[in-house]
């Protein structure tokens, strides 16, 4: 994922063009210094004025004033010197001229944008004064510029629409006759030419400060919280804003930025769309030139570089146009004469944009038009003042990686090597320099320089390891897989057996700091829940964040003052903004410290240690072996770690290949037309080779294999993969890998290590709490509707509101599932009633499942939709479908059992089954890494292990295979879940009937699906001997 940031100009030239304008904090607080009281603003807001303290007038004018309503700062008022009218003048003209040639005319032109019209203030008797419609820049706000004229002086009053008679009172604080409110309504109606919204000194403030932090934070990587800020902003705005508010559109394309920077294509195209209409109706050419840089990088993010050159192309055009266009040149932030040029911000687009067309035109080793980008760029950034600095940084790491693919290595290593210095010297040695180290490892490993890329990649880990608790990291497969390419070729070099496990080590440790997005977003959805309900925690994380939002925006600020020319920093204000960053720091580490300490529950789910790869092989048996995956856009590896040993393989073939091989092997797997198509088995056995090669003579004493899925191998049972080839046709003799091994899942290596160490609780007295047969009205038969229907639950976006009683209604109904539970029931042999509970039809809802006591029951069973999508749109999570109440009013009662729902629930529970669950997605999007932020959140509420359909399976198939599975595990349940998986599945292979993989194939057990006595040390008991 391209996550090329480009908020960067909005950051600078608006919020601190505007900060640094009111940057009188210190001085309100200064009772000493004199004020004027002015007239309230028109929503009985207390106004007064304050003298600007930290700069001096031009000769011959007044001091200017800063405007506090309610203490907070809102507007200013400065002065500029009017000259005698002369003959034939036109009075009006006299003004507006005096105004556009004024000190703080160029300062407000970056500030917001005013339309040429004036309007004088008659209907409130003061013909003589003009006003200019304007919008603020930063969040669109309707703002004022009042221009009021008293002897040889112009006053030049800004403000919001409420602020008209408070800032008049501050020129003119004596008039005989003070206009009513009425009056002064009907005076901003016709300077807006309509109703305008009179939003509060607070609202703005919050706005402003909502819409900083939210491009810092996306600055940052920070992209859920920055996701949440963006979201309330445009909330704010859509209260108080013509809905075609271009404003509106341009959150909106941060927004949809921001998820595309998540990963979440058709949820940012959805809000580019509804941006389209208001930007292409915009009189300003810069607002179509940025939707189309903005467009680029979305697809970029979604690897369709085609589309992202032609977009970056686009908007290279446009910025080309606007940056050589006319411009007004604008003075430094405090009046003062500046060399800084006039179309720095629009050069400085145009170099973005140029970097994105180099960057796409590379992927598609279009290497001369990339390097022509590129150089422009640098040349840009070079021949402009007033850019920031780390820019240049970002410019050489584009020249870097084109160097590398052109076989430069020398010029590639230049280009990085001074991209980290100039990226040090503005950011600190921190995770923004993670993307050129990882580029320069890759230079390595693509000249075959294997042993200086793994020195590369020691240092970059060496480097994460240093960063302090609660740094976010980004790191992308495609910044490991290169290590894992040198691992492997290196590998072939060496003789000695322990030298070569230690560079597999290094790879085992690589290879834990991936894990799949959907996953992730699972996770903090489900820690965000359990903050929500525990306000000690809550008081915590929202402490951290605000820590967080102070350190980055101080290291915003802090990079940008030190990327002025020498004579224009300030040491003074470096060394404030640097004790600002380093006092949030320590704050920061504070703060964590108290959350491991406190709410160490919490802290494992969201920030996992590290396993040590002899702990982990010391917990796996001699039979046993866990494999994991990175797969890449054009290649991937396997990672096989055995209790003697780690090895690691190189797969050939990447995320698009293997993709449609799923989806060949799925498509025999599901229901057209009441029929079964034939099973694909030479392809079953050809996917087996290319996947495992590299390590199948590893698994051959393996008879328990544990894996760690990701990308489209999560939707993919492994138990239907070949062995031998399939000489004949039918299924009879074919050499299931199930046949030979069984099988457990896990979301990631440290969920089943925690799973296999976690110490045993006292068992529940009660045997199965079953939920089954939902009360649903729709399509009895799956057909495309239904489909579409569990489709549009599963990433409808409807944030923090309940899901829709109407649209879960709407899902098939599951009958059979009643008699299913039922079979389970008398699977697990003579039970008493109180150990039985069951839930079916209009019983079967979150109401009556809370009311029970879970943790009491051994075996929970929900036979029942699950949502698992490909792709989770806005607040959308996995999750589990029950009975909807007739209208929905709370999250906790609407039908949906969301993950970060099930994570609050407590559970003790030694297996959990989901029966009617499909990881089939809809649009080619598989779900089955929503499958394992589902699997997580069970696991955090105490579940051991969970049993999940990939599909559904006819209701006697699935009872067959379900009373097998649970008669193996027998009533105690001391087989453990694999094993009875691979009895029941190859019982059902055994005949002819359900031989088929469609009948046996799609339950898979996920967590530690083994029985304490195959284990090689006891759950909960800390190691006492080394490996054998």
Known sequence: MLTII??????????????????????????KI??????????????????????????????????????????????????????????????????????VYNLNSRRMRCDDKTTNLAKIKWENALAYPCKLSNGGWPHLVVLLPRKDKLYIAEGAPSLLPTLISAVYPKRKEEPTKSAYTESLQEIFGGPVPLASSKDLKNFDKILADARTANTQGRYQDSESLFRKALDLQTKLLNERDISIAETLMDLALNVSNQGRDEEALALFRRAEPIIQVSPVDSDRARFASYQGYHEANSKRYDKALQFASGAVVSWRKIATGPSVDFSSLFGESSDADPRAAEKGELALALNLQANMALRLEQNELAQAAASEALQILNDT???????????????GKIASAQGRLSAAEKFLNTALAERG???????????????????????????????TYRQIFKKIKSFPVGTKVNIKKEDILPFAASIVQHAKTIKDDKEKQGLFNEAFDAFQLLRPSVVEDTIAKASARLAIDDPDLAKLL????????????ANVELSYESSLPDDQRSKLIEDQLTL?????????????????????????????KPLITLDFRNRIGATEGAVSFIVGENKSFIQLIRRDGIFIGEIKEGEESLNESV?????????????????????AYSLYNRLFTSVKDKLLDLNHLIIIPSGPLASLPFSLLIEKDPKNKGYDGVSWMVSRMAFSYSPSLKTFYSQRTAAKNSKPTKKLFALANPLLTGEKVQTKDTEKGLSALST????????????????????????????????????????IQIFTKKDANEKNLRNVQLDDYRVLYFATHGLLPGELKCQAEPGLVLTPPKKANSRNNDGLLEASEIALLKLNADLVVLSACNTAGSGGKFGGDALSGLAEAFFYAGAKSLVVSHWQVPSKATASLMSKMFEELGTELELGASLAMRKAQTELISKKETSHPFFWAAFVVVGDGIADSWLPIPRGEKLAKNIN
């Not at 028109?42 to 001091?63: H, S, W, Y």
Request: glycine share 4%.
């Open 6 to 31: 480009r908020n960067y100009l909005k950051l600078l030239f608006l919020t601190i063009c505007y900060s640094a304008i009111f940057s009188q904090s210190v001085a309100q607080n200064k009772p």
């Open 34 to 103: 004199q004020q004027q009281e002015l007239y309230d603003n028109l929503i009985d807001e207390k106004c007064v004025a304050r003298p600007r303290v930290d700069m001096l007038p031009p000769p011959g004018l007044p001091v200017d004033k800063m405007v506090y309503c309610n203490d907070q700062l809102v507007a200013s008022v400065s002065a500029a010197k009017l000259t005698a009218i002369e003959e034939g003048e036109d009075f009006k003209t006299k003004l507006t001229d005096t105004y556009a040639n004024s000190r």
């Open 385 to 399: 003042d007033g850019l920031p600095r780390w820019w240049k940084a970002d410019i050489l790491l584009t020249l």
């Open 425 to 455: 010297i503005s950011t600190g040695d921190g995770p923004h320099l993670l993307p050129i180290r990882f580029a320069l490892a890759k230079a390595y490993t693509s000249e075959a320089m294997h042993t200086s890329s793994i020195i």
């Open 542 to 553: 929202a402490d951290i964040q605000n820590a967080e939002r102070e350190r980055d925006a």
């Open 580 to 608: 600002r960053k380093k006092t949030a720091f320590l704050q920061l580490q504070k703060l964590n410290k108290e959350i491991n300490t406190k709410f160490p529950n919490y802290a494992t789910l969201t920030a996992p």
């Open 663 to 683: 989806q060949a092997l799925r498509s025999a797997l599901e229901l057209k037309g009441g029929t079964i198509n034939e099973f694909d088995s030479p392809l």
């Open 796 to 835: 409808s976006c409807r944030q923090a509101g309940p899901a829709s009683s109407d649209l879960i209604r709407s899902l098939a109904p599951l009958p059979d599932t009643e008699s299913e539970v039922n079979n389970v029931k008398n699977s697990l042999g003579k039970t008493e009633k109180s150990e």
